[in-house]
């Protein structure tokens, strides 16, 4: 047969027979690529250019935290609607010399200067979500060059240098940043400083246009040479603290001079003989544990992915574990929250007793206490050590507080926390407040397994938990994982003080079943479907048989995961 005569039958059948990004011949139908798998090293990012870098320092010889750092550098360029050094960073470590974990709390605080009265005289109910005044101390370079000081083997300014030079010559825009950008200018382009740096000739930038932000460069220059003191003290910081002072915020130099990170025990849960980690709070990661705690009391597997009884079950587990989340969780150094009871088998088996099967929960108690918009990247290295890194603005952009000539936003994390005198998390000086971004790792036999995330606000404690069930009880890949469908709860009480009352909205992903949905709403699940609220799943899996890395990156967002 002619080789035209071929090829127009394969025309004609894609005519008659359309494929689609799920018709793979391997795999769930929801799979939109398969898992990278390589033996030296591996990234997984939310943008091409970005695993790019860190791969670049991977084969310079960098190791797993030069090359995350490197990796969130240009993020911070490339994706300035998800993160950038105006906002905060966590990160879980295995250390392949000492065969352990470590995790990094690198938080800042709220301002000395801003007191709750303050806001309460003025006629606060909560902390606005924009402007000076949800402004809190940025933590993200003060964690770059803790991580860098305990592990890192390059020299800053060769970490540095790929985000540097993307940042000078320009890179182009990819689809999904785009599209989010063009919805945070919206609502930031009044603030002074904004526009003159994400807005070129006072247009968003569209997909594929090539941006350049020299000021941040410039920035990132002088970090690499002065090292973290450049940035909290000295110039940079007296341009953010003018600049703060000129908006009406409280951010100072003593703010800044006094940040610091904190090294902090990362803590577990086991869910059927996998060790899962998370950071404690100030965070929200243990909610994660919480849940699989309740799940693990049940057979998952013969229930079944997207079915009734496991939509359920999963939906009920969150509200509960939330319920602790928002009136529990702040920082502990203001508060004796008892991290070990809240993650013990025991609380899980007296909670679950509060779920009925049968009927959707309008409302949950807080347990009783013993005892008083993000992105995620992972990137591990040929001598196994592995880096599960989350560096977040919050709502999107940030504040709109944008310093003039350094090319960056402040974020807006102090909205989190609580005007509720009394709250755990309620608002003080110098307190880190409540943190939606968490990083999670995942050991067997005390050897490391996966570093992986799922980014998103209240979306992470649950992504964290269906993607490790999809894996564990439905038996699906890394990839297919986090390709799967989603669903997510929202509406429980909320750590700033808000009470659930009517059990929550259930949103869904496309790709579920319509039985199910129905009969969800029969048990008084009020359901609805929504788009780009799920995404940012990044995934590096050791396989210590074949001795090789799997990676694996989510088509929700716009990057992939590599690997030489």
Known sequence: MKIYTIITLILLLLLVFPMH??????????????????????????HPLATMAAIDILKSGGNAVDAAIAANACLGLMEPVSCGIGGDLFAIIWDAETRKLHGLNASGRSPYDLTRQYLIENG?????????LPVSVPGCVDGWFEMHKKFGVLRMEDILSPAIKHATEGFPVTEIIAHDWELNALVLKDFKGFSEVFMPGGKVPVKGQVFRNPDLANTYQKIARGGRDAFYKGEIAGTMVNYMKEQGGFLSLRDL????SEWVDPVSTDYRGYEVWELPPNGQGIAALQILNILEQYD????GFGSLEYMHLFTEAKKLAYEDRAKFYADMDFNKVPVDWLISKEYARQRLKLISMDRAARSYPAGNLKDGDTIYLT??????????LIQSNFRGMGSGMTP?????????????FSLGEGHFNEYEPHKRPFHTIIPAFVTRNGEPFISFGVMGGAMQPQGHVQVLVNMIDFGMN??????????QHLGSSQPTGEKMEDGGTLYLESGFDYY???????????????????????????DEEQQVYYGASESRKDGFAAGF
């Open 124 to 132: 606060y109910k909560s902390i606005p979500p924009r402007g000076p």
């Open 478 to 487: 890394l990839q297919e994982a986090g390709d799967a469908p989603r669903i």
């Open 516 to 542: 199910p949905i129905r009969e969800l709403t029969k048990k008084g699940h009020n359901i609805e479907y929504s788009l780009g609220i799920f995404g940012g799943y990044q995934a590096i899996m050791w």
């Open 257 to 260: 001079e006094d940040h610091r």
């Open 404 to 416: 003039p000539g350094l090319g960056f936003i402040l974020q807006d994390r102090g909205e989190l």
């Open 21 to 46: 990004a799920q018709d793979r011949t391997t795999g769930r139908t929801f799979t939109t690529r398969s898992e990278v798998i390589a033996k030296h090293g591996m990234a997984a990012t939310s």
């Open 300 to 303: 998952i597997a013969s229930m």
């Open 379 to 388: 990137v591990a290295d040929e001598e196994g050590n592995m880096v599960s």
